[in-house]
């Protein structure tokens, strides 16, 4: 028996990196999954990955739109009849400079990303979970949702703005049976992290093993964190047993956050 | 296939409550486990309920004393071999007191029961799990570790100061295979809640027991008090290898209370 055994789940971003970690899991655990991306290609190959048939589902679709944000929950709905998790996951840190030097569109750019997309996919799935009187919302946020680094603001402003999204959304739905939650992990060296990464180290004057060796340096652990750390914590918020905790950002970095 | 096969978990204030879901929790997932309590008979008592036979044992003393949390650190240690996880969990306020009536005596035996009792029994566990590079501790802390309500000052205290010790504690054995971390539970109506609670609420000002259970229920997003069961999800998780890499990690169980 699973944990998460007649659920049905919705990840952002989960055909790689943390969202695919969750996506498996979550199957490991008994649930079907759609899993989302901007790629076809990648999305099927993703499908056949994972091998668990009829219970995974993709859905191409871009979350830096409204639009995109919709067809996934909707699309999740109409695929397996209900929404039970939703796992805001897409995301990540883009256009790195300090800010004097920031545009307008970077920033954008980041929060439809970071910010707007776990907006419009809570309110989605909100409009199901409400009315059935049970889900769960994870929001990905970050280590950056609670401190700051430089030549990445954008990012760490989108992270913290999640984490007071998840606050109030935690409020808001508490005593309906939703609980509303964000992670928070420190530095993974995933697909994006190895396609970014070097582009924010040298808007940081680093290079790319220093930066990975700083993200290290500051947790208790002294190494990045890994993609299963992230999706057994989603398991446990995901679960009945995580039913008692809500508005929580909850730490998965090795002791680097400092509350 | 249990999250704790093979492991030896040691739990202070286990008999009952928070202590005895973890225990229970343990066992199901495969580990084998000392608890502790200050009386024999209920101890004997939580064994025979738990029907866990040699994989349970109990641990009789009072957790505010330096002799019983490094004896049952020990006592793990030489009755199952090993020590893997070390749950810190008993705690609380005997006499509940706003500041300028508080009595050296209650505060001595709270900063002994919720702070010291951490610091020895993680200080011993340590000393063993260091070499040997692996170990969990897990100390229960509080949604008081963070906050502050009026009438127990030295509970409120204690608390925030266990939370630091469990950071630096992190830092300290992070490269070294042992996750040091803390669960933080909103209220739960366990026995030592029912006893002390009446006087608690007088303490804070309140009319009676209810009031009190509701002020807690009320200041969370689900409105309604917390359960043993969702803090020893959260304890087993963090025993488990799953969680290798959270540690100095204050964990919250508090349906949504404190503000950080």
Not at chain 2, 5 to 19: E, H, K, L, N, P
Not at chain 2, 143 to 161: D, S
Request: negative net charge; proline residues 3%; charged residues 20%.
């Amino acid at each position: 028996m699973g944990a998460l055994d007649g659920k049905v789940a919705c990840v952002t971003g989960g055909t790689r990196g943390i969202g695919r970690a969750a996506a498996e899991a979550f199957l490991r655990e008994g649930a079907q999954v759609v899993v989302n991306g901007r790629s076809e290609d990648k999305g099927a190959q993703a499908l056949a990955e994972m091998g668990a048939g009829d219970d995974a589902h993709f859905i191409a679709a871009d979350v830096k739109s409204s639009d995109g944000c919709e067809a996934v929950v909707n699309g999740t709905v109409e695929r397996y009849g209900k929404i039970d998790i939703l796992f805001a996951n897409a995301g990540g840190a883009s256009n790195h400079a300090p800010i004097v030097d920031l545009t307008d569109e970077a920033m954008q750019d980041s929060l439809e990303w970071n910010f707007w997309h776990t907006f419009w996919t809570m309110r989605a799935s909100l409009k199901y979970m409400i009315p059935q009187g049970s889900g769960r919302i994870i929001a990905m946020s970050s280590v950056e949702g609670k401190v700051g680094k430089p030549a990445i603001s954008i990012y760490v402003a989108a992270k913290h703005a999640i984490n007071g999204l998840v606050k109030s959304c935690a409020q808001e739905v508490g005593s309906l049976g939703i609980t509303v939650n964000a992670v928070c992990p420190g530095a993974i060296e995933t697909d994006i992290m190895m396609a970014e990464g070097p582009l924010a180290a040298e808007a940081m004057g680093i290079t790319y093993e220093q930066l990975l060796e700083q993200f290290a340096s500051e947790s208790a652990i002294k190494r990045l964190n890994a993609v299963e750390d992230v999706a057994e914590v989603c398991v446990l918020l995901a679960s009945e047993a995580g039913g008692g905790i809500s508005g929580s950002l909850i730490s998965i970095d090795g002791g680097t956050a400092p509350y | 296939m249990g999250k704790l096969d093979g492991r030896v978990a040691c739990i202070t204030g286990g008999t009952r409550s928070i202590g005895r879901g973890m225990a229970e929790a343990f066992l199901r997932e495969g580990a084998q486990v000392v608890v502790n309590g200050r009386d024999e008979e209920k101890g004997q008592r939580a064994l025979n309920e738990m029907g866990a036979g040699e994989d349970a044992a109990f641990f009789a003393g009072d957790a505010s004393s330096q002799d019983t949390v490094e004896g049952l650190v020990d006592f793990a240690i030489e009755h199952f071999g090993q020590l893997d996880i070390c749950c810190l969990n008993s705690g609380g306020v005997q006499m509940t007191a706003p500041v300028f009536q508080m009595s050296d005596e209650e505060w001595a035996l709270e900063i002994d029961w919720n702070l010291n009792h951490v610091f020895w029994g993680m200080r011993r566990a340590l000393q063993h799990m260091v070499p040997r590079e692996t170990g969990r501790i897990l100390v229960t802390s509080s949604v008081e570790g963070k906050l502050g309500k009026p009438g127990i000052p030295g509970y409120a205290a204690t608390k925030h100061a266990v939370n630091g010790l469990v950071k630096a504690a992190a830092h300290e054995v992070g490269t070294l295979g042992i996750t040091v971390n803390s669960i933080l539970p909103g209220l739960i109506e366990t026995d030592i809640v029912r006893a002390t609670g009446p006087d608690s609420a007088v303490a804070m000002g309140l009319d009676n027991y209810d009031a009190l259970l509701d002020v807690f229920a009320q200041e969370a997003a689900i409105k309604r008090l917390n359960t043993v069961e969702e803090v020893a999800a959260v304890a087993v998780h963090l025993a488990s290898d799953a969680a290798r890499n959270m540690t100095g990690c204050m964990f919250p169980v508090d349906g949504g209370t404190m503000p950080y």
